[in-house]
């Protein structure tokens, strides 16, 4: 149980272009969902927490007008990456949070690694 | 503040050699989780244990061991018999009560040398 998907798994695109990374838990209902970044050779980044059917809420730093979040079903979370530069790529990770009991749990999807040419 | 703190950046270890991977966290909870996780050069997070702050208890799963120990504010996960599959980097992770929040070390990548 507690299975968390991303899709793609990797995607390169031109400098300027969107890219719409999704996160799915597929067995289970997540109420909040958690945006990661990873550089090379450093840890994960918290980019922004999102709540089912609310506003993201976005770590120091993040441009929220660049990295858009929508997390309109208990199943669904995706990042869109607008006018994505160089500097963007990253390994993009999502992570569900387990529900009663288990709230302290975050399950961690595949991740997805993003490069701009 | 680090509220994770593994010192070890890289280690590199002969097969079959043990290896201690080292981890301390800050917290005024009470109630708090740490993990560890293992990342592979797939990029994937595997986890490998969580340990509630009331649970002092070691662990020992197969080859993989941890010693929480409150008094020093550490988790330290020891691989014994190390082998080459175990060679990642490896994460501890705290969070507290809310569980709002993961907060991650900076990593230990392990390098196991056949």
């Known amino acids: 149980g507690a299975v968390v998907s991303q899709h793609p798994s990797w995607v390169i695109c031109k400098s300027g272009t969107s890219v719409k990374i999704e996160c799915r838990s597929l067995?289970?209902?997540?109420?909040?969902m958690f945006w990661y970044r990873q550089f090379p050779k450093q840890s994960l980044m918290l980019m922004a927490t999102s709540n089912e059917g609310s506003k993201a809420t976005y770590e120091q730093g993040v441009e929220k007008d660049k990295f858009l979040i929508n997390h309109a079903s208990l199943t669904l979370s995706t990042l869109t990456v607008t006018s994505a530069h160089p500097e963007d790529s990253s390994f993009y990770i999502c992570?569900?949070?387990?529900?009663?009991?288990?709230?302290?749990?975050?399950?961690f999807g595949p991740g997805t690694r993003l490069t701009v040419t | 503040a680090q509220k994770v703190t593994q010192a070890q950046t890289e280690i590199s270890v002969v097969e079959k050699e043990d290896v201690t991977l080292d981890c301390v966290y800050e917290t005024r909870d009470t109630t708090y989780y740490l993990f560890w996780y293992k990342q592979p050069p797939s990029g994937e997070l595997v986890f490998l244990i969580r340990r509630n702050s009331f649970d002092e208890q070691n662990e020992i799963s197969g080859r993989y061991s941890w010693n929480f120990q409150k008094s020093t504010s550490s988790f330290n996960f020891t691989i014994t018999a190390s082998q080459v599959v175990d060679s990642a980097v490896y994460f501890c992770?705290?969070?507290?009560?809310?569980?709002?929040?993961?907060?991650f070390g900076t990593g230990t990548s392990l390098t196991v040398i056949p």
């Open positions: 992770a705290l969070t507290e009560d809310t569980g709002n929040q993961f907060y």
């Open positions: 067995d289970f209902q997540a109420t909040t």
């Open positions: 992570s569900a949070r387990g529900g009663g009991a288990n709230y302290y749990e975050q399950y």
